[in-house]
């Protein structure tokens, strides 16, 4: 998906910000370290737009996004990215903003404007520029875009059903796609078709599509599938901190009733991206080029959606299950025939091989948890050892977070929302780095 959104690009030019980054993330690889977080100000625009008080809400919002993403500086983007996928706090400041700017965008639709001249894609654009564009400056930039880079697209999405996406009807399928125009004036219809390729959102029936093809259910009770739902999930997490250096998702692939599935990572606040295909030679061949056709994106519990639409889950767990249970059978394979690591007798020189040796140290504490296959440490033995042999100082946060500080280092925030949440090894990861605890010394911790 992203190679064919960097292609489209290319061929008509760079015109937004978006556009900019996302040329920008096809084309390298490197390792951006995060610098100091500027300060987060709302645009002078909104002023005139929004009431007082959700403007005081806005500021209050940006700054807790800016204190979270201080604590990221001097990482990685892609390490940050790792490490924080999925955090608690990071999927909390990305929701919280997204229901702000979803307010906004409505409140803002709900409003004519002699400018639009009753014209939908007109509105679009005005609308898209005047509130997507000051997110995408916000939510793209190194530090806060690991929490929010799913925002500007969600936000444009709204806008665009609310005004364009009301008038077409879309078909497409492996021969390309036909759009109904509807009554929009056809000096738009090829800026629509480029528009609808950019976001994808010609892939918005992905979920659908993967429901009709792949039919198979699993008997049970509702609430035992759920967590069923979510034990899958959680294992292929704690199994991709020792897997993914050498991960190969041709020997993951398997066939399922409808046709082939196989698993690939994914960092948007994601347990990974399922792809599909009717053969295994489909499904390896668009996994090699990089141009996945509808994928489908797994949620941190569990629950599946297309990739374009990600906060419309199927949230049905008979199916969920079914679809997921060949690919986590796999996944564990893979895990379990890993040769554990020795012990290291110096710092790691990569993020992957540090996550790595992070999550072989932690089998040495690990236990089991019920309906799970991988053992992982549990939330109460990782902070007593924190505590009693590492120097930590262990405290409760806002809520139910627990924060983790080691004097000299920085302070680190876990969630802890019940009393036998169990960590997983690219999160212990993460707390290590931050209080400033050396992987070499971990392992002797754990193993000693």
């Given at each position: ?127 898209n520029v005047e509130i997507c564009g000051w997110l995408e400056e916000l939510c793209l930039e190194q530090g806060p875009r690991v929490a929010l880079e ?61 429901r009709e093809q792949f039919p198979s259910r699993t008997q049970g009770d509702p609430d035992d599938l759920t967590q069923r739902r979510r034990a899958l ?216």
């Amino acid at each position: 998906m992203t190679a064919r959104v960097g292609a489209e690009i290319e061929r008509r030019g760079v015109r937004s910000l978006r556009d900019a980054w996302m040329r920008e993330s096809v084309a390298t690889t490197d390792d951006k370290v995060i610098a100091a977080i500027r300060p987060l100000t709302p645009p002078a625009s909104l002023k005139a737009t929004c009431s007082k008080d959700a403007l005081g809400q806005l500021r209050a919002l940006l700054d807790e996004i800016r204190a979270w993403a201080s604590g990221l500086v001097g990482l990685g983007s892609i390490e940050a990215d790792a490490l924080y996928n999925g955090d608690p706090m990071a999927v909390l400041l990305r929701d919280e903003l997204i229901a702000w700017a979803l307010a906004h965008a409505r409140t803002r639709l709900e409003k004519p404007n002699p400018r639009d001249q009753d014209d939908p894609f007109r509105k679009w654009i005005r609308l898209n520029v005047e509130i997507c564009g000051w997110l995408e400056e916000l939510c793209l930039e190194q530090g806060p875009r690991v929490a929010l880079e799913d925002v500007p697209d969600r936000i444009a999405a709204e806008i665009w059903d609310a005004t364009v996406g009301a008038e077409l009807r879309i078909q497409s399928d492996e021969g390309g796609m036909r759009v109904d125009f509807g009554r929009m004036d056809p000096i738009w219809h090829e800026a629509i078709r480029q528009t609808l390729m950019l976001y994808a959102w010609n892939e918005a029936d992905a979920l659908p599509r993967a429901r009709e093809q792949f039919p198979s259910r699993t008997q049970g009770d509702p609430d035992d599938l759920t967590q069923r739902r979510r034990a899958l999930a959680e294992d292929i997490v704690e199994a991709r901190a020792l897997i993914i250096a050498g991960y190969d998702a041709a020997s993951i692939a398997c066939p399922q009733t409808g046709g082939w599935t196989t698993f690939e990572w994914d960092l948007r606040h994601s347990t990974g991206l399922i792809l599909v295909a009717p053969t295994r030679e489909q499904l390896i061949d668009q996994d090699d080029k990089g141009l996945l056709q509808r994928p489908l994106r797994v949620l941190p519990d569990g629950r599946i959606a297309g990739y374009v639409r990600w906060w419309e889950p199927a949230d049905d767990p008979a199916w969920e299950v079914a679809l997921l249970e060949p690919l986590h059978a796999r996944i564990v394979e893979a895990w379990l025939a890993r040769a554990p690591s020795r012990p290291p007798e110096e710092e790691p020189s990569t993020a992957v091989a540090a996550v790595a040796a992070v999550a072989d140290a932690c089998q040495h504490i690990a236990e089991t948890i019920e309906g799970h296959r991988i053992p992982a440490v549990r939330m109460q033995t990782l902070l007593r050892l924190l505590e009693r042999r590492l120097g930590c100082e262990v405290a409760s946060g806002k809520g139910s977070e627990v924060t983790v500080y080691r004097p000299g280092a920085r302070k680190f925030t876990l969630g802890h929302h019940t009393r036998n949440t169990h960590v997983p090894a690219h999160v212990v990861r993460a707390l290590l780095k931050a209080v400033g605890i050396s992987v070499a010394e971990w392992w002797r911790t754990c193993a000693g």
